[in-house]
Structures are given as C-alpha cells and as structure tokens.
C-alpha cells in the first residue's frame, strides 16, 4: 500500500510510551537519511501522554499504552502507530483510521516466545508447579497435595488456530497430545497436513482436556469460553488464556472452578490489567503470568526491529510491511500493483477538477490484469485523488474511503479481465445530481501511464502538470482560434489532443501546457464562438 510520506529533511518525532527493547529500536537509532528524534517517555497517564503528543509523528507502543480517540485526537501530527506486538485491541482503530494514521504491528516477531509460554502454563497447570514451588520456598514439603496429570494422551482443544495456535500445536504433539481445533480460516486438508482434528468450537471444548484460547480480543471473540461453553465441557477440563483477557469469561471461568467442573487455569492475561487483585488470583486452581507470553529477549528485539523497519520505511517510501488498518498487499505483488496506485490517484484528481457538484456517486472499473489484485488500495488511492481538492492533507489512503462514505458517495468497484485492446484499464465514473463524468487511464508498457478516455472520447494524454480540458461544437476554425487567444496569454500549448463524438457534433481539446492558467486566462478562452466549456486541470 501507498500513503503520504514526510520529506526526508522533515523532522519526525517518534514517541514511544512503553518498555521496548533497546537493540529492537537500534534500526531508529542508526537511521541517518531520516531526521528522526526518538523520545522515550514511559508510563504516562492518557492525561500526560495527550499533554506530549501534539508534535509527534510516531507513536509506538506495546499493550500497556491504550491509544484512544482522545489521544489520537490530540495528536495533530500524528502518521502512524507502531505496535510492538501483534495485539492491537488497545488501539482505537477506528479513529486511527478517521484520523488518517496507518497502524502497523509485529505479527510474526512474538509467536514462538506466546506459544513456548503457553506450553509452560498449560505443564505448570497440570503439575501444579507454582504452587508446589510457593509451599517449598515457605518449608512446606508436600507430595500429596501437588498430583498432577500427564498430558500424552489427552486431548488439547485449541480455540484460534493462527500463528500461535499452530505453533503450539506442534508442540503439544511433541508432548504426545492429540489435538483438536477450531478456526473459521482453519480446512479440512491443512488439519490434515498437520495430524489434528478439525472442529467447531462446540466439538473443540467439549472433546478436550486442555483448552487454549488464541483468538484476538475482537467483539466476536469477547466472552466465546463463558458458562454455555463450560457446561458441555468434560469435568475436570484445564483453560489456558495466553491471548487476551475477556476472550474466556473471567466471572464464569471463576464459577466453573468454585462448583469444581475446571479443575484449574493458567492465565496470562486479563480483562484489567494490571490485574493484581483479582478475585480468580485467591483461588489456589488459578496459576498465572502478568502478561509475559512476549516478554522474551528474543521477542523483543525482534518485535521492535519489525516496527522500527516500517517506520523507516513508511517515512521512506510510503508502503510499509505489516499495515493493520488498510488491506496489505503480499510483497511478490507489490511491485506490479504499485505502478498503478499514482494513476488511480491522478485518475480521481482529474475528475476532481471537471466535475462541479457535490459527487454522490462513483463507479470503477478494473479492467485486464489489474482485476486479478486485491484493488481496494487502488480505489483509496482514486478517492484519495478525488477528496484531495476539498479535504486537502487531511485525506490519504487510510482514511479516504472512510471520508468518502462519511460524506454520503457510494462505491462501487467492478472487475472485468478483458480491458478493450489495453492490458490495464481503470475507468472511473463519477456521478453528481445533475452531471456524469468519466475519465480512463492505463499503464502503457515502458512508456508510462495515459489519460485514453475522456467522457466518451478517445485521448492520449499523459496525466501529469497542466492540462486544458476544452468542450467545443465541431466547427472549422475552433482548434485555431483557442491556439491564437492562449497566444495572445502567453500560454504554451505542449501537445494538443482532440477527439468529437460525430462530424459537426460536440468535440473535446485536451492540451497539455506549460505553466498553470488563472480564472482570466479561462474566461478569455471561454468567450469564443463554439466554446462550451474550459477547464483547467492540475495533476
Ligand atoms: N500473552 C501474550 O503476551 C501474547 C503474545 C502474542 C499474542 N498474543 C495474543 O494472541 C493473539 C493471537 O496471536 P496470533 O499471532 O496467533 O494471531 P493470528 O492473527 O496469527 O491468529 C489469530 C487467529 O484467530 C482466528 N480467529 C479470529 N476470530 C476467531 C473466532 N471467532 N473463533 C476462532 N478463531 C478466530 C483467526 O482466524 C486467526 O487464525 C493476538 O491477537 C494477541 O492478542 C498474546
Ligand atoms: O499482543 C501481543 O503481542 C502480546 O500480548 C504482547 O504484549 P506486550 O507487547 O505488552 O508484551
């Protein structure tokens, strides 16, 4: 994906507000073509932070930090958000997205280091260690009371089958469990591949011993292991919560422990945190970590190398690797999509510029190769170009489809193979309440991109500086008197393109000229006989 970028000489102002690792954030510290001042500030108040964040272009942080409306309200200058982590439920995204800031996280950087802690929990659960370990450090020698289970054998139910959910599948295999799991993304073929069982959630938590929640804290998600799941569960089933607090309903979890059907839980995270006075911590059953699946050396370092990498290259190039609020593009794609991010944007400011209503609606169509791609960056990069004359800097392509929709334009994108003697054609109509307008452009092989339609005419144009958009009625003698008048301006023609819908019928003049036109320049070409319409256009 493509978004605005700071110049290189800017400054940019990195704040991060929560404990990353050092050597994570060595690519910030070494980064030389980039003006970046990196600040670190942790443990602020949200009322602190919003005192801080006017002048800050990153904000980067772990879970600790809730990024809410209000902070990024605030934060006038704010592009994006870095999350070291993958988690990213305490970030307001939505107003992220409304403010036009990128969010990025680390999706890959923590996986091993969440499922080694979850095998950990889930052996220290069923061998009661920490709380064999807490009567032996007080002089308590107690072999009785600490029988635990072994896991060969028993069924592992993991609920969210992504990155860690698989990894910790393989590991559980490795301790001879069998697994069962439940992801809407998870097939038949792959669970095949990997030796585990497919199932629904309900066949999950009703075949395990162990349960494993791996989902993110989303509002499908919240409260999915609560007292409905608990009564079709096995008696004596153990949980383990190393995702996120509130996937696992903490109020039923406590109960099904108190009436004895959950023999114990290993819980990493929860709803509030920190959670030092929680009432499943007075439970002997409940064993539990303070939010430390990522806190490894490794993870990091890698999590934080991972954000600090598309921070520069954000403020470098304008894509980044791991974006949350915008579709992401696969890398072995990249390259042939972002070719055509500039035309769409230019393709939008073109009808910008020609259309003099409020647009109600717009219609684009992907025509030849370009329909095979995931094209929504395309149309947030052609509304981008369309709401820049009115919204200016504040729309890019995180938030350009949100403003388009809050301003009441419906979207509709179409995708077609065959693209009419091109390879790519992208034709975008607009609609106002009492005008159509339609522009198409296309990527011309080594040669660059084209304007090839105007309305209903065919054209040459290359959409770039200015261009003069002329409605005529076909008559001799119009073509020469518009050359004279911008003559007489001082306006040089670059190239001229003309087309006409019949023989005496309406005709258009694009030309390319030299420098930009004022009001008086167009009035002056406008008050010729035969002349419709003249409109100046600036891509
Ligand atoms: N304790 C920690 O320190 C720690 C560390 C890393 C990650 N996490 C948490 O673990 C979560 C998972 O991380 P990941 O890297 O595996 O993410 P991931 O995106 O790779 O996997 C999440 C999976 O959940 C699935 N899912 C979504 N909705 C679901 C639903 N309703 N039912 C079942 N499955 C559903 C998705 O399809 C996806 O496959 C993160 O979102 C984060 O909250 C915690
Ligand atoms: O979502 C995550 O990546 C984990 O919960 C880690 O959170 P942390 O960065 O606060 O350790």
């Known amino acids: 994906m493509v978004t605005k970028t700071a110049t290189a000489t800017n400054l940019i102002n990195v704040f991060i507000a929560d404990p990353l690792s050092e050597d994570g954030i060595f690519p910030l510290r070494q980064e030389t073509e980039l003006n970046l001042n990196v600040v670190i500030e942790t443990g602020l108040t949200a009322e602190q932070l919003i005192e801080k964040i006017e002048d800050v272009h990153v904000l980067l942080v772990r879970s600790q930090t809730k990024v809410t409306r209000e902070i990024i309200a605030a934060a006038k200058n704010l592009k994006l958000i870095g999350r070291a982590g993958v988690g990213v439920d305490n970030i307001d995204l939505t107003a992220a997205t409304e403010h036009g800031v990128i969010v990025v996280n680390a999706p890959d950087g923590n996986t091993n280091s969440a499922a080694e802690h979850t095998i950990a929990m889930m052996t220290s659960l069923a061998r009661h260690i920490p709380q064999a370990y807490n009567a032996l450090k007080n002089g308590v020698w107690d072999r009785k009371s600490y029988v635990g289970v072994e896991l060969k054998n028993k069924t592992l139910g993991v609920v969210g089958f992504g990155r860690i959910g698989t990894e910790v599948a393989y590991r559980a295999k490795g301790q001879r469990m ?8 998870l097939t038949e073929d792959r669970a095949k591949e990997l030796g585990i069982t497919k199932g629904t959630v309900d066949e999950v938590v009703q075949a395990a011993d162990f349960i494993t ?3 993110p804290l989303l509002p499908e998600t919240r409260n999915l292991i609560n007292k409905d799941k608990f009564a ?5 089933v153990r949980i383990i919560n190393c995702a996120r607090g509130g996937i696992i309903d903490e109020n039923d979890l406590y109960d099904a422990i108190v009436e004895g059907k959950v023999a114990g839980a290993a819980l990493d995270v929860f709803v509030e945190e920190p959670a030092t006075n929680h009432k499943l911590l007075t439970l002997p059953q409940v064993i539990a970590t303070p939010h430390l699946g990522a806190s490894t050396i490794e993870a990091q370092e890698s999590v934080a190398v991972d954000v600090s990498n598309d921070i520069i290259k954000f403020f470098k190039t304008g894509t980044v690797t791991n974006p949350v609020n915008m579709p992401s593009i696969p890398k072995e794609l990249l390259a042939q999509v972002e070719p055509f991010f500039e035309l769409a944007e ?3 400011k073109f009808l910008s510029q020609v259309t003099t209503e409020p647009i109600k609606e717009i219609n684009i169509s992907y025509a030849g190769e370009v329909a095979n791609y995931d094209v929504r960056p395309l149309t947030s990069n ?5 709401l820049q004359k009115n ?12 403003l388009s929709e809050r301003i009441g334009i419906k979207i509709n994108e179409h995708k077609t193979t065959t693209a009419k003697g091109f390879t790519n054609l992208i034709t975008v109509e607009v609609k106002t309440e009492n005008e159509v307008h339609t522009v198409a452009g296309t990527l011309l092989n080594g040669l660059g991109a084209r304007i090839v339609k105007v309305e209903n005419y065919v054209v040459d144009v290359i959409p770039q500086g200015h261009l003069l958009y002329i409605k005529n009625i076909d008559k001799p003698g119009a073509i020469g008197r518009v050359a004279t008048k911008l003559a007489e301006k001082d306006i040089n023609i670059a190239t001229m393109q003309v087309g ?30 035969n002349i419709d319409e003249v409109k100046a256009i600036t891509l």
């Open 382 to 386: 052609n509304l981008k170009g369309l």
């Open 232 to 236: 079709i569960m096995k008696d004596d």
């Open 500 to 529: 006409r819908d019949q023989v005496g019928g309406t005709a258009i003049m694009m030309l390319t000229i030299d420098n930009g036109v004022t009001e008086e320049d167009l009035n002056y070409v406008a008050q010729l006989e």
């Open 213 to 215: 929640v791996h989902t």
């Open 178 to 185: 069998n697994v069962i799991a439940y992801d809407p993304f």
């Open 391 to 402: 919204h200016g800097e504040h729309v890019n392509d995180v938030n350009a489809r949100y």
């Open 346 to 348: 230019k393709l939008g």
